[in-house]
């Protein structure tokens, strides 16, 4: 079993729909979450990230935690054709900028105008 | 955030060679690291690489085939070492920056 699983889509839906991706993950020692945008030819950016359940929303983008059934989502509102990417999933077990980031497979996104 | 540039950003090489990727960064950090995506499969770290100490491998990687040089504090070279077709791949480097990890590019490796 994989430690962290992510549909793989691909995933498209009309301009100014709400979207949601999700991943699970098997490994109870991770607490922090984040989610990575990648354009086509390009390396991943940081879109959000936490470390707590619950939810962060960030303009268009919720990033939503629930430890206890080790899921994570992320919705993005209004949706725009920019946001057209592949949407990664990571987690680590501590302070994720010097740790060991495990990536689920990415969901691909495209939103049709 | 932080600048990075890989190069070559892209390579078709043939099988048995070995091919250096390089990472430069715009200012100085602790720690780089290297990734690999392969199609339709998750970003796989491979090592972590400190300047002025060994890299350190993940499960899976060994130095003969992934050779890695740290000089100094701003660049990173990985070596892809005796390569077949399972090696195509994008090698990416990402460095930590306030309690953040930063992607390169990446380089689009593919052997024949």
């Known amino acids: 079993q994989k430690e962290v699983e992510q549909d793989p889509g691909p995933l498209s839906v009309p301009e100014g729909a709400i979207v949601s991706l999700n991943c699970t993950y098997s490994?109870?020692?991770?607490?922090?979450f984040m989610w990575y945008r990648q354009y086509s030819r390009k390396g991943p950016e940081l879109l959000m990230y936490?470390?707590?359940?619950g939810n962060k929303e960030d303009g268009r983008f919720t990033a939503q935690v629930d430890k206890s059934s080790k899921y994570i989502s992320l919705f993005i509102r209004d949706s725009q054709p920019s946001d057209s990417a592949t949407y990664l999933c990571?987690?680590?077990?501590?302070?994720?900028?010097?740790?060991?980031?495990?990536f689920g497979t990415g969901t691909r996104l495209t939103i049709i105008p | 955030s932080a600048v990075i540039s890989q190069k070559p950003s892209r390579d078709i090489c043939q099988r048995g060679t070995s091919l250096t990727i390089q990472c430069q960064v715009d200012?100085?950090?602790?720690?780089m690291f290297w990734y690999r995506q392969q199609p339709g499969q998750s970003l796989t770290l491979i090592a972590t690489?400190?300047?002025?100490?060994?890299?350190?491998?993940e499960s899976g990687f060994v130095i003969d085939k992934f050779p890695i040089s740290r000089p100094n504090l701003t660049f990173s070279t990985l070596t892809v070492s005796n390569m077949s077709p399972e090696d195509s791949s994008i090698y990416l480097c990402?460095?930590?920056?306030?309690?953040?990890?930063?992607f390169g590019p990446g380089t689009r490796l593919t052997v024949l």
């Open positions: 936490t470390y707590s359940s």
């Open positions: 990571a987690m680590a077990i501590s302070n994720f900028g010097n740790e060991k980031l495990t």
């Open positions: 990402s460095v930590e920056r306030r309690d953040e990890q930063f």
């Open positions: 490994n109870s020692a991770f607490q922090y």
């Open positions: 200012s100085q950090v602790t720690m």
């Open positions: 690489a400190n300047q002025g100490s060994e890299a350190t491998y």
